[in-house]
Nanobody
Framework: QVQLVESGGGLVQPGGSLRLSCTAS????????IAWFRQAPGQEQEAISCSTATGGTTSYLGRFTFSSDYAKNTVYLQMNSLESEDTAVYYC????????????????WGQGTQVTVSS
């Protein structure tokens, strides 16, 4: 059974930083495209970044940095200079074959971690 667990969310002031983690069990992340998405209240899911072990990383937002430690079966999202508009639930997801900004292309999802940017 595949399980993705995100962590690292919380409350941060504008201009602050957070690093989110996503650890997988039941599959090796190095064999699949992995993406970070977010969803703000009342908004659709938005792609942040996607990466494969062989194809590199595609950044859709530009401000956040994707990294990976495949030995730990974990990926990360470094978020700096956070703004109130970044408040959302952040998800990691595993796809089938290639990176995509479309949530429908990802079959496994974590439960999400809440990020709130507020003073």
């Amino acid at each position: 059974q595949v399980q993705l667990v995100e962590s690292g969310g919380g409350l941060v002031q504008p201009g602050g930083s957070l690093r989110l983690s996503c650890t997988a069990s039941g599959l090796r992340l190095s064999g699949y495209p992995i993406a970070w998405f977010r969803q703000a209240p009342g908004q659709e899911q938005e792609a942040i970044s996607c990466s494969t072990a062989t194809g590199g990383t595609t950044s859709y937002l530009g401000r956040f940095t994707f990294s990976s430690d495949y030995a730990k079966n974990t990926v990360y999202l470094q978020m700096n200079s956070l703004e109130s508009e970044d408040t959302a639930v952040y998800y990691c997801a595993v796809g089938n074959s290639a990176c995509s900004a479309a949530p429908s292309q990802f079959r496994h999802w974590g439960q999400g971690t809440q990020v709130t940017v507020s003073s």
